[in-house]
């Protein structure tokens, strides 16, 4: 395949977009996520990108500018990160109910109190029932590939939903990485033009957004649930005809030594990488270990998981947030829930890590790993926490 | 395993000693800031610095207690100022600094409160707390560091960038006409408004120490250097020489229309107290008016 380039993943996630040929990017500057679109504002000004870049007053404004160009048809992209999706949340449920595709690069930080401007996963997890098709990345040539695959699935006619992509704030959006780029052609033959069903038009009439009364709302969730279930075929199909055009593919759940696995590490995001150097050292010391990764977070995909996890005598699930007075961290809690009518279920593990910046090593994966096995005697587990 | 953590908050617990056993320690207003907090995280040639000292000098001249004076601040550079002085602040989320000292302010109507933060976090994202907490009259004193862009994101573009002016969103120049905030606030129906720039401690100080007696919503924009951030992308230089730009080009005139006082990228800089009126502030018309006209009703009904 083509050359690997170094460059920062957050350039990178711009570049794609740029590349897609948006029409709109709309967004307010928060910590992590300003260099992606700082770099928008700039190829838009430097006329390297016909689209209109509106620099809005709040995240609240920025959700409800790309709520609009959508409906209008246009091709609309923002990018938000913790505080700012708290704010926006009131329209980020509104636009997948609307279905009103759109791509949102979320550079996950840690939800304020304390004011924290690292990396967490409790942001994503707010808007966890938001109804968007959401993806966990792994690393930069992952977030570039998926803003293209966003697209593509969420202006797909049969699903016309909006598409969350996750990269860990810091971890993934300040570092360069080497990657291979896409070229116009690519993208051109990967992703057809935006040719909306229902959009606003002066000479064919609708209204958006109107009163849903008792009789009809029940019905309107319904079809939504529908909906982001149904866009499952279109995801798969986006990620074969990715894999076609560069050599990379991706699916849902991917394995790492998971053959003859008694242990599984499940964990979603950049950790899958750090996991995945824990597990050959612990593979080196002659213990059976294996990594499942999640990569799609939404529409959640039950069978893959099911027959993932089906043979293991043990999965340590690694959260990235906290549910706070709850039974265990949201990631856990899925996973309980989809294995528990199963005949022969492993016993889930619910490790927290990672919050608020804290660093995660493969050290202390194993060492999860290690406690989990143990048996930590509580449904879930905070690692490292001092005193 | 063992693993080393740094301290959380690096305090230096010799000096903190000294500024509480002596009653001053490396500066003369150490007394007014959180030991162990200091240095701060500005950049150099930042008018921050300047403005925190002006509100402390202000305190201090007026002899208010600390005890009586609260900040609240919101998000950005400004709203550190909430972490570094050493009584009772609230560092809200973005733009929401002017609800909750709303809040504070009719609960404790005997506290001083104070508003500190910038043009960002008081005009975009809480824009609609400034107007209507200024028609309400409020008795806050909103102290605002307009530095014409979102200084600790990066440098982005924001409601007071103004026309042609360079930031990271706008690197061409900017197309949006920024805001006048002092007619803004005018028109909102602030009871006094007043600008002026870092060059002017003295005339901020003085200004600062006639909030503290107004009752109302009182509003004071000061314009301050952000080399780092405003300056680089619009060649203004290094915060000295944007002082040196303040000097030149700010003109004082007490008692100007507010409509006058725009401001344009390297124009001219209108400051002065612009406007100083009485009007009654929310609680005397909430007393006198609904609470006075409920505890009549009361007294019918009893009688």
Known sequence: ????????????????????????????????????????????????????????????????????????????????????????????????????????????RALSAPLSIWNDHSDAMMVRDCGWIQVFCENGQDVYDHVFHGFRVGEDPRVLLPVMINLDGFILTHVIEPMEFWTKEMAKSYLPPFKPVYRLH???????????????????????????????????????????????????????????????????????????????????????VGLVKLRLWRPFPFAEIRQALAGAKDVVVLDRSVSTGGGSAPVTSEIRAVMYHEPSRPKIHCMIAGLGGRDVTPDDVSNMVDMALAGTGAEYYIYGVRG | MKRHFRDIVPFDQDSADRAIEEGHGLHPLD??????????????????????????????????????????????????????????????????????????????????????????????????????????????????????????????????????????????????????????????????????????????VHSITETFDKKGFTFIEVIAPCPTGYGRPNKLGSGLEEMRYYKEMSEVRNGADPSKAEIRLKGKILCGTFINVERPDFLETYNNLVIAKAQGRDKGKAA
């Open chain 2, 31 to 204: 007394e007014y800031l959180k030991p162990g907090r200091i240095p701060h995280i500005w950049c150099p040639g930042c008018g921050l610095g300047v403005v925190l000292t002006t509100y402390i000098e202000a305190i201090r001249r007026k002899g208010i207690p600390v005890d009586k004076c609260v900040v609240v601040s919101g998000i950005g550079c400004t709203g550190r100022v909430a972490g570094y002085l050493d009584m009772d602040t609230y560092h809200t989320t973005h733009g929401r600094a002017i609800p909750f000292a709303t809040g504070l302010a009719l609960v404790r109507p005997d506290l001083h409160v104070t508003v500190f933060s910038g043009d960002g976090d008081l005009f975009a994202i809480g824009g609609n707390h400034l107007i209507h907490g200024a028609r309400r009259n409020i008795n806050l004193n909103v102290i605002c560091v307009n530095n014409f862009n979102y200084g600790m994101t990066g440098g982005q573009a924001g409601p007071t960038t103004p026309v042609d002016a360079r930031t990271s969103t706008t690197p061409m120049g900017n197309a949006e006409p920024g805001f006048n905030l002092p007619h803004l606030a005018h028109a909102s129906g602030a009871v006094y408004v007043a600008r002026w720039t870092t060059f002017h401690p003295r005339q901020l």
């Open chain 1, 1 to 108: 395949m083509g050359k690997k380039v170094g460059m920062e993943v957050s350039i990178a996630a711009a570049e794609a977009a740029a590349l897609c040929d948006v029409d709109v990017v709309a967004a307010y500057p928060i910590t992590p996520q300003t260099h992606i679109v700082e770099h928008l504002s700039e190829l838009v000004a430097n006329g390297h990108l016909d689209a209109e870049f509106v620099p809005v007053e709040s995240e609240h404004s920025a959700m409800s500018v790309c709520c609009g160009s959508a409906a209008a048809g246009a091709r609309t992209i923002t990018s938000t990160a913790a505080q700012g999706l708290a704010l926006m949340a009131e329209i980020v449920f509104i636009a997948s109910a609307m279905r009103l595709p759109m791509v949102m690069l979320v550079a996950n």
């Open chain 1, 202 to 288: 002066p000479d064919k009439v609708v209204s958006m957004g109107a009163f849903g009364m008792p009789e009809i709302y029940a019905e309107q969730k319904m079809a939504h649930d529908v909906a982001l279930r149904n866009s499952r075929p279109v995801i798969d199909e986006a990620w074969d005809e990715l894999a076609r055009l560069t050599g990379r593919r991706y699916s849902a759940v991917e394995h790492y030594k998971t053959d003859g696995a008694e242990t599984l590490i499940l964990a979603m995001g950049s950790l899958c990488e750090t996991a995945s150097l824990a597990v050959d050292q612990m593979r080196d010391g002659g213990k059976k």
